[in-house]
């Protein structure tokens, strides 16, 4: 079935420094990828849609500056923490669909832990 | 305003008996329900889907039910088994009046299967 790698798995950092996490689609293309932040005993929620070679569309409260996404190919998005706060600590997991109507699959997320 | 609620935040089931989630949703535009699991530290997994053509879709041990005058859509699970225990989300997307598929999850319930 499609594979979504995502990386890394766990992540610390200090605050003020930034952090890059990376999603990839290992054997299909995702024409769209999604990046979903997750709080404890919270729903997840969707930060930004990002379609290949096209900015990103973020959902209202998301900060675009804050949270860059790059969708630079059909295989790969990456969401950039900027000047990571402790607030920022939470899960950060990304999904990729193949094409409109068509399921979502998931990376394993990734664990951001701001000091 | 939470678009897709999951009431119970958790459920405790025995073992080989049936378990039961429940969810509502609020936005009458919504056309597809989807189920997920989680468990720890892993990206949601994709269980069981239905369109609002239809009212039941079954597949092995899981059934989605739908009833589109109240909102309401559960999951069935019979037998449950101990590697059911996760989080089970509920989310909703409206394809035909939407140009991407943006999915909106509920809270999640914590289902625990007991031996």
């Known amino acids: 079935g499609a594979v979504v790698s995502q990386h890394p798995s766990w992540v610390i950092c200090k605050s003020g420094t930034s952090v890059k996490i990376e999603c990839r689609s290992l054997d299909f293309q995702a024409t769209t990828m999604f990046w979903y932040r997750q709080f404890p005993k919270q729903s997840l929620m969707l930060m930004a849609t990002?379609?290949?070679?096209?900015?990103?569309?973020?959902e209202q409260g998301v900060e675009k500056d804050k949270f860059l996404i790059n969708h630079a190919s059909l295989t790969l998005s990456t969401l950039t923490v900027t000047s990571a706060h402790p607030e920022d600590s939470s899960f950060y997991i990304c999904?990729?669909?193949?094409?409109?109507?068509?399921?979502?699959?998931f990376g394993n997320g990734t664990r951001l832990t701001v000091t | 305003d939470q678009q897709v609620k999951q009431n119970s935040p958790s459920l405790s089931v025995q073992e080989g008996r049936i378990s039961i989630l429940n969810c509502d949703y609020t936005n009458s535009m919504f056309d597809y329900f989807l189920w997920y699991k989680k468990y720890p530290a892993e990206g949601p997994t994709f269980l069981i889907s239905?369109?609002?053509?239809?009212d039941k879709n079954e597949d092995g041990r899981f059934t989605v039910f739908l009833n589109k005058s109240a909102k309401h859509l559960s999951l069935h699970i019979v037998p449950s088994q101990p590697g059911d225990s996760a989080v089970y989300f509920c989310?909703?997307?409206?394809?035909?009046?939407?140009?991407?598929?943006?999915?909106?999850f509920g809270k999640g319930t914590r289902l625990h299967i007991l031996p």
């Open positions: 999904s990729a669909v193949t094409g409109v109507n068509s399921p979502l699959h």
């Open positions: 239905i369109s609002s053509i239809k």
């Open positions: 990002s379609n290949e070679g096209s900015k990103a569309t973020y």
């Open positions: 989310a909703a997307s409206a394809r035909a009046s939407s140009r991407d598929d943006k999915i909106i």
